[in-house]
């Protein structure tokens, strides 16, 4: 299946459809640092709520931009696929507030968003960027509750309010 070509994203939101959607037909996928299979990569789908709290391991990573500060899950995380050699790669931004009581850090491959409600969790590519153009953890989809995870066909990412699939195709639908 080749990931970085055509592309489609299905929408299916599980309260309420998505308003102010874009009606363009492609999907931009050429930009993901994502590996074609993340759970290959080590990427756990299971929430951490506690893990972020004050207290926890906490470090600098040096890059050429500069150091950033990342801390509890989403440091955890971010080691978990692999730190700065991973698919992931440095970061970009030391961990920033979000929406609610949440945080994140972006990353040269991607984004990891937590919540105490979810846990940490990545977001990248054609998925992270659909989530993105529709409000991210602001939006009508809310907080990633789990990582990307292969399905036949494609990958899927689940939410507080819905879920993004991620297919080849020619062809972008939102229901």
């Known amino acids: 299946m080749n990931r970085t ?4 994203a299905l929408f299916t939101a599980v309260a309420a459809p ?3 959607c874009s009606s363009s037909p492609t999907a931009d996928a050429n930009n993901t640092a994502a590996p074609d299979d993340p ?3 080590g ?3 299971a929430p951490e709520p506690d893990a972020h709290s004050a207290g926890t391991e906490s470090t600098k990573i040096a890059t050429p931009s500069g ?12 080691n978990s696929i692999g730190g700065p050699n991973g698919p992931l790669a440095l970061p970009t931004a030391s961990e920033q507030p979000g929406p609610g009581d949440g945080q994140y850090s ?3 491959g991607g984004a990891i ?9 990545v977001l990248w590519g054609g998925i992270g960027d659909a989530w993105q153009q529709h409000g991210g953890a602001a939006g009508q989809l809310g907080y990633p509750t789990s990582d ?6 494609g990958w899927e990412q689940h939410f507080q309010h819905g879920t993004i699939t991620y297919t080849d195709g020619p062809r972008i639908k939102i229901s």
């Open 5 to 8: 070509r055509q592309a489609a």
């Open 113 to 121: 968003y937590w919540s105490p409600n979810t846990g940490a969790h």
């Open 39 to 41: 759970m290959a990569a």
């Open 106 to 108: 972006t990353f040269g």
């Open 18 to 20: 998505l308003a102010g």
């Open 67 to 78: 150091e950033f500060a990342l801390q509890g899950a989403i440091l955890q995380k971010y």
């Open 148 to 153: 990307e995870q292969t399905i036949p066909g």
């Open 43 to 45: 990427i756990e789908a």
